[in-house]
């Protein structure tokens, strides 16, 4: 019994932070329909600032003001994110937000980096709270019960300011019809800039109050964004006693989970949400998302260019290029095109999703470090031969993709987004705890190619002929019937239906395909480098993918290749600078925001100004303007 | 003291009004007439810039809004009660009152709930209830109370009749001439006749986005050949 009390307890404590962000989060996503992907990164901050203020400010008092001022410092962080970041580009279509907010995440880890160094750093206790409380035979940390205290406090706090303030009905208003708000006579951008604030305080409070169990580390904003995505998802968008509820959910079932199945928290947090979104698909306390209701869609896309001779012309001169290239072209070279090919099959898988069907996905890197994993297994354990093993692969990624899709595709929008980014890190938790077969963090290592495809440039040459083979393939699918349900689908869901399109199963069959094609570019991947380590599973794969989609223009079919092309040589000549991510962050909230339309979007806006073949949308828009 | 000239509004690239240009003076009651899709929300919209004219100007009480986010055409006094209520349906009542609350203006009537429940009797006794849990009546009533609570001096209504059953409609015909005795001047659109005629000045007929006939509500009455040509009945 007592066991039982304690451990409910421990769970509690354990959802004050989990909550505190997941709030943060929700009320940011209620007012401005941003999801702040960065959340996790003021969460993050919030333990580094408050860890400072702790070195400095002694005692009980020291303590808390610490919390308190950290709260107030990361806030003021979150109101500079939105004023210099998301303030221009609030317009813009929802991808434009989430990758520029990744942005952010970058630029917040490097800083930090800078800042605090890489230790990881052990927090102070908290004075007054040091000991253990004694419930029967059972011991439990004094703090447990303050942070259970001081989650009960925020949750009465924000009840008042919600429903006894101005200012909170104003944002409860504006969460539901912002414009109405504005039409009568409140300034909305006192009130993003407000949510921002507060939502961003709460993030660095959950960090700061969570320090003397937890410490400060450097992967703390991509660790809590899975548990926080599955609560705001459990518990519904934009609701904070849903926030609340699931937090406690969550946290409960990890703290009992340990007990009876050590390796299976992750599993079970991940059934929960399972069947909370077969029964519940918006979660408990949330409501459907009305499609276009928050006005941030993108103009109506041009039709896609006839199946002109001329684009695939240019395709296979650079094929033939590329295999020229080993006549001339020294290891170097032909690996890091090899890389490209890769990166581009990747990014072109995604696009296949994310630009004809409309389907954002930011957990793309589960099946890419799906099918490498899939790939590296065999060959470790089954002896399978390389070819096989290339065979094998994409149709276990496409396996990993018809399970994820299935609960995926019954949501749009942000609640898709956060779906795959949560199962994504699923998949990455279990090739990461799963450590007896998958070797944990050590990866799995001496994964060679056969004997014939050993040389570099065998491989370059094998690279080359599945990854242009693979990339044709998404490239003409785009123009088959599929294709066209699949676009459908994306424009109008509800017309689709109507001509007798079943919607889920066109998305749900393209999910499973890009899927595939994503596999088989992470088992090029394994066989190119040798090996394979959870990191290929992690988020910022996901990114690599989304940001070469976007620097290529989402609207253009042939955006990822170019975008594969800049972005594989740009990383490959940042990553030798220390603070590369400091860099790239930058770059993309800077791309984010001078060129909405991608890298193709430049050469399209050239050829309208100074040639004959412009994009017949803008001219159009040209003549109504 | 509203002056519309020459408005040119697009949704997207579809041309919704051609040159609009209208006049209200101060204190009258103008309808603005003509049947569905003829453009009057999109007026109404124009004017508190939820869209966003592409040419022509706007000027308010000798001061031209034709640039000014809403929030600042609202700050000016203007009030806009939308066609399609737009009650916030989480929020009860008073908080729905709430939010449209603004600081008192000089030179227009200053409202607070208790004023607006001497007006709409029914909305009292549901202070507490949830905007969503109404009838449609009584969601008319809360949006025009909801815009009066910004103590403004200029309303527009967008068919202010519509849904609604007769004696309601006789009891928004009653506040609006009250609104009228108090000082306001407003701007109403109506598909026809008959409520227009209960409480406006002067009406103006658009029809594909521009507008095709001006005059006093008796001198309409008496040309059926426009009513005909431009009304519902
Ligand atoms: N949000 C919108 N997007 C595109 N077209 C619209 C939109 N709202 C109205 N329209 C079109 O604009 C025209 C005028 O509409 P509206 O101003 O609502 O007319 P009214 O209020 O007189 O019935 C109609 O043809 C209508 O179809
Ligand atoms: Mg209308």
């Known amino acids: 019994m007592d066991f039982f009390v304690v451990q409910i307890l421990t769970g509690l404590a354990n959802a004050a932070a989990l909550f505190l962000v997941a709030s943060g989060l929700s009320i940011i996503f209620g007012v401005t329909r941003v999801v702040n992907f960065s959340h996790g990164s003021f969460y993050m901050l919030g333990a580094y600032i408050a860890y400072s203020l702790m070195t400095v400010l002694p005692g009980f008092i020291g303590f808390w003001a610490s919390i308190l001022l950290t709260g107030v410092a990361v806030g003021l962080i979150g109101l500079i994110v939105e004023l210099g970041v998301l303030r221009p580009i609030y317009k813009s279509p929802e991808l434009f937000q989430l990758v520029a907010t990744f942005g952010v995440i970058l630029v917040i880890q490097d800083l930090t980096l800078l800042i605090w160094g890489p230790d990881d750093l052990i927090g102070k206790r908290s004075p007054g709270f040091e000991g253990v409380v004694k419930i029967g035979d059972q011991l439990l940390p004094a703090y447990d019960l303050v942070l259970i205290f001081l989650s009960f406090l925020v949750l009465g706090g924000l009840w008042y300011l919600f429903n006894k303030t101005r200012a909170g009905i104003l944002v409860r208003a504006a969460t539901q019809d912002r414009e109405m708000v504005g039409a009568l006579g409140v300034n909305q951008s006192w009130l993003f800039s407000g949510v921002f604030f507060l939502g961003s305080a709460l993030a660095g409070i959950g960090g700061a109050a969570q320090l003397p169990k937890g410490g400060a580390d450097l992967l703390m904003d991509f660790n809590i964004l899975a548990p926080v995505f599955v609560v705001v998802v459990i518990g519904g968008m934009g609701s904070i006693p849903g926030a609340f509820v699931a937090a406690l959910i969550i946290s409960e079932l990890n703290v009992f989970g340990v007990q009876l199945l050590p390796q299976s928290t992750l599993v079970l947090m991940f059934v929960v949400m399972a069947v909370v979104l077969i029964f519940r698909p918006w979660g408990l306390f949330g409501r459907p998302e009305i499609v276009g209701s928050h006005g941030s869609q993108g103009p109506p896309e041009a039709p896609l260019r006839a199946f002109s001779g001329r684009l695939w012309l240019v395709l296979a001169a650079c094929a033939l290029a590329l295999a020229v290239v080993p006549l001339f072209g020294g290891n170097f070279l032909q690996v890091l095109l090899a890389d490209v090919i890769i990166a581009c099959l990747f990014a072109t898988s995604l696009h296949f999703i994310l630009g004809l069907g409309g389907l954002v996905s930011f957990g793309h890197a589960a099946t890419f470090g799906g099918g490498a994993y899939a790939a590296a297994l065999m060959v470790q354990y089954a002896e399978t031969p390389m070819e096989l093993a290339l065979l094998l692969a994409p149709l276990a990624a496409g396996l990993l993709a018809l399970v994820i899709g299935w609960f995926c595709v019954r949501l749009s929008g942000v609640y898709f987004a956060m779906l795959t980014l949560a199962f994504a890190q699923v998949v990455w938790s279990i090739a990461f705890q799963w450590s007896e077969v998958t070797g944990g963090d050590d990866g799995i290592l001496g994964i060679w190619p056969s004997a014939w495809a050993s040389s570099t440039t065998a491989y370059y040459y094998l690279v080359l002929a599945l990854g242009i083979g693979g990339i044709t393939t998404l490239l003409f699918m785009a123009y088959t019937p599929f294709g066209y349900a699949l676009r459908g689908s994306r424009d109008s869901a509800l017309r689709s239906e109507a001509i007798g399109i079943n919607v889920r199963l066109v998305q749900w069959s393209a999910f499973i395909f890009a899927g595939m094609m994503s596999g088989l570019s992470g088992a090029l991947f394994v066989f190119a480098k040798g090996s394979i380590f959870p990191t290929e599973l992690e988020i910022a794969r996901s990114f690599d993918a989304l940001i070469i989609v976007f620097l290529g223009g989402v609207q253009s079919l042939f955006g990822p290749l170019a975008g594969g092309v800049v972005f594989t040589l740009l990383q490959d000549w940042l990553s030798r600078f220390e603070y590369w991510r400091l860099c790239l962050g930058l770059m993309i909230i800077a791309i984010v925001i001078l060129l909405p339309n991608g890298l193709v979007g430049v050469g399209h806006w050239v050829r309208g100004r100074f040639g004959r073949n412009a994009d017949p949308l803008s001219d159009a828009e040209e003549e109504a303007a | ?233």
């Open chain 2, 1 to 233: 003291m509203l002056e519309l000239d020459r408005i040119n509004s697009f949704y997207g690239r579809a041309h919704i009004l051609h040159d609009l240009s209208l006049s209200v003076a101060e204190g009258e009651v103008v309808a603005l007439l003509g049947r569905n899709g003829a453009g009057k929300s999109t007026t109404m919209k124009s004017i508190m810039r939820l869209v966003a004219a592409k040419s022509g100007k706007i000027s308010y009480a000798g001061r031209d809004i034709t640039a000014l986010p809403p929030h600042n055409i609202a700050k000016l006094g203007v009030g806009y009660v939308p066609e399609e209520r737009r009650i916030f349906t989480d929020l009860t009542i008073l908080e729905n009152l709430e939010v449209g609350r603004q600081t008192p203006r000089a030179g227009a009537p200053e409202w607070t709930p208790g004023k607006l429940f001497k007006l709409f009797p029914n909305l009292e006794e549901r202070r507490n209830n949830l905007g969503g849990a109404m009838s449609g009546g009584e969601q008319q009533m809360l949006t025009i109370a909801r815009t009066l609570m910004g103590n403004p001096k200029f309303v527009l209504l967008d068919e202010p009749s519509e849904g609604l059953a007769p004696v309601i409609v006789e009891q928004v015909a009653f506040t609006i001439r009250e609104l009228k005795k108090l000082g306001l001047t407003i701007l109403l659109s109506e598909q026809n006749l008959h409520f227009a005629k209960l409480v406006a000045d002067r009406a103006y007929i658009i029809e594909r986005g521009s507008v095709q006939y001006d005059g006093t509500i008796e001198e309409l009455e008496n040309n059926e050949e426009v009513r005909n040509a431009y009304l519902s009945v």
